[in-house]
């Protein structure tokens, strides 16, 4: 018996880890190589790579630049490896990742083809109990969920899409052998971030590409192109600096701070000045960079919408056309922001068509396309860029089961509740690196990884010395968590409109923040206190 009454645990691994993806490789090098800790990867796909194993789809890239999205725990591989666009493409992410989970041997710690659909806490044992869907199980006393955030699509909404004779694709579930479009009639739909990066390479190959767009997004020319090799070099070089210049900085990428401190306060030629400047290969400094009052002010951020707006009306060439595809509903950046690469040219092109489904909305997909209310269309190749149950969505799959037998789907039925977006009350020893209420969709995800999987796994370590049987947090801590992150997501714009960050893109998901909106610095800064007072707010039982 041990201390705390239980039964001794016969338990068969200290940490099971769950997805091979930025969170999953890095956790499985730290804890197994560097802990030591007697660890199994479990792996729904047929290789490591997580997002970029999946998103295959034409035209996937990062919008965060190469010499930022990568790891910096290896001196080594960050040393080495080269890349060659400025912005990495699906296929170079996943290379790296590949190439890293080979030099650190990692593939040998993965159960791939893999998927857990049952997770249950054994109060008696201390323990987690993992199935897969073929009905293996295995025992682990700790488990990280590397899910990630974007890894579940949102259910399809169509019920004719069962009966449709054409191809369908999931941007999100790609074809690894690719798509032909070459003379087909092609239909996307969706003009999310997915969806933008898509829409223009497939009208290169299609013989007709009708986009279906329900809701239109701010999108700005992402600029991207070969990196300069000395440029690069300089950045190698650099490293420590770069990615220490980074972790202070608001999205954890090295961007300017903000060149004024409102939009209201300058001069229009002032204001169009700085927007100018970060149009073109800005990416997020279009937000992080030029006013700092965008994300507060309605007023303020009705300047960059408005300037968004000037700039497609410039690239599309047929004003009602233009007038569909400018949003607005909703204030810049408060969805996600997509960047593209000749976006709003492929409207100007002659086998590219729209529809717009808040004149004409979408009844069903039938046998041969889709009909809306105004018309039936037909398709050879249905692309469905739709999105995802973003974050709770991962990790509701996994079937968790906490203490007293309580569901993660019923104690997350009015949103989720975690202490820093990385730990659950009722759910000891699970740790989820960019979970429901982190700072996820405001950080340049690998190093924000990393910051998560260290504080994980010192936690662990951390449990392990004391001999605690179940490490989790407060229902205080948790209830201060959620209080604090609806109180700086109400203070921005963000909440006052319906997006995936509010779960409101997946019918009947409930309303709630699921990001931190404080920004990477502030959240660092959050977990270093946490954890130099001793992990407060978890209880070490
Ligand atoms: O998904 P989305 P996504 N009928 O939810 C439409 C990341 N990402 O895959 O807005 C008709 O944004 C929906 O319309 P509406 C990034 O974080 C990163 O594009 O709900 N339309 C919307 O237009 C991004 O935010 C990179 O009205 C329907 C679209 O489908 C996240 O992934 C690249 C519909 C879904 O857009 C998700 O982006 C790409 C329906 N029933 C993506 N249902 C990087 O560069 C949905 N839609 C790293």
């Given at each position: 018996?041990?201390?705390h009454?239980?039964e ?9 880890i769950i997805?091979?993806?930025?969170s ?5 090098h730290?804890a ?18 997580g997002?970029w ?18 790891y ?23 290379a ?12 040998r ?47 399809n909404?169509?019920?004719g ?21 070459a003379?087909?009639?092609?239909a ?14 497939i009208a ?7 986009v ?28 420590a ?6 972790r202070?900085r608001f ?10 401190p409102?939009a ?17 290969g ?6 992080t960079?030029?006013f700092?009052?965008?994300?507060f ?14 700039r ?7 004003p009602?056309?233009a007038e ?6 909703h ?17 100007n ?11 004409t ?10 009909r809306?209310?105004d ?27 906490g203490?007293?037998?309580v ?9 989720p ?9 009722g759910?000891?020893?699970l740790?989820?690196?960019m ?24 936690a ?13 947090p ?9 209080s ?5 997501a ?14 409101s ?6 309303r ?10 502030l959240?660092?800064?959050i977990?270093a ?13």
């Amino acid at each position: 018996m041990t201390d705390h009454g239980r039964e001794a645990p016969t338990t068969d691994l200290d940490l099971a880890i769950i997805g091979a993806g930025f969170s999953g490789l890095y956790a499985m090098h730290k804890a197994r190589d560097v802990m030591g800790l007697n660890v199994q990867g479990f792996e729904a796909g047929g290789g490591v790579g997580g997002t970029w194993y999946w998103n295959r789809y034409p035209g996937a890239r990062c919008d965060i630049e190469s010499i930022y999205y990568s790891y910096s725990f290896d001196d080594e591989i960050a040393k080495k490896w080269r890349w060659s666009e400025k912005f990495a493409g699906q296929p170079e992410i996943l290379a790296y990742l590949e190439h890293v989970a080979d030099k650190l041997d990692l593939r040998r710690g993965f159960a791939f083809d893999t998927r857990i659909v049952s997770t249950v806490w054994n109060e008696a044992a201390g323990h987690w109990t993992l199935t897969s869907e073929d009905g293996a199980s295995t025992t682990a006393r700790f488990v990280i969920a590397g899910t990630g955030p974007l890894s579940i699509p949102k259910e399809n909404e169509f019920p004719g899409l069962a009966h449709y004779t054409g191809e369908v694709h999931r941007t999100g579930k790609w074809p690894h052998e690719g798509v032909d479009f070459a003379g087909k009639r092609v239909a996307v739909i969706g003009t999310g971030a997915t969806a933008i990066q898509a829409i223009p390479r497939i009208a290169e190959q299609a013989g007709t590409l009708t986009v279906f767009q329900r809701t239109p997004n701010f999108a700005a020319p992402l600029d991207n192109g070969p990196l300069d090799p000395t440029e690069l070099d300089d950045v190698i070089a650099n490293y420590a600096q770069v990615r220490e210049n980074s972790r202070n900085r608001f999205i954890g990428a090295d961007y300017p701070l903000p060149e004024h401190p409102s939009a209201l306060g300058v001069s229009d030629d002032e204001r169009k000045r700085v927007y100018d400047k970060y149009y073109v290969g800005g990416g997020f400094r279009m937000i992080t960079s030029t006013f700092g009052d965008l994300m507060f002010s309605a007023e303020a951020n009705e300047t960059v919408s408005e300037y968004l707006r000037e700039r497609i009306r410039e690239r599309v060439k047929d004003p009602k056309t233009a007038e569909i595809l400018s949003p607005r509903n909703h204030f810049y950046a408060t969805k996600r922001p997509p960047f593209e690469t000749g976006y709003y040219e492929a409207y100007n092109r002659e086998n590219v068509s729209l529809v717009d489904l808040r004149a004409t909305p979408i009844e069903d997909i039938t046998e041969r396309g889709i009909r809306t209310t105004d018309a039936e269309y037909e398709f050879d190749v249905l692309v469905l860029a739709t999105g995802f149950d973003a974050f709770t969505g991962p990790l509701l799959q996994l079937g968790l089961v906490g203490r007293d037998g309580v569901r993660l789907s019923d104690y997350w039925a009015d949103g989720p509740h975690t202490y820093l977006g990385i730990a659950i009350t009722g759910f000891p020893n699970l740790f989820m690196p960019m979970g429901p209420q982190s700072v996820c969709i405001h950080i340049n995800n690998p190093p924000g990884i990393e910051d998560h999987v260290d504080f994980a796994l010192r936690a662990i370590a951390a449990a392990t010395e004391r001999g605690t049987t179940a490490l989790e947090p407060t229902i205080e801590a948790t209830d201060q968590w959620n209080s604090y992150i609806w109180g700086i997501a109400d203070s921005t714009l963000m909440t006052k409109v319906e997006s995936w960050y509010m779960g409101s893109n997946v019918p009947g998901k409930p309303r709630a923040p699921l990001f931190f909106a404080g920004g990477a610095v502030l959240y660092r800064a959050i977990f270093a206190q946490v954890e130099g007072n001793g992990f407060a707010g978890f209880a070490f039982d």
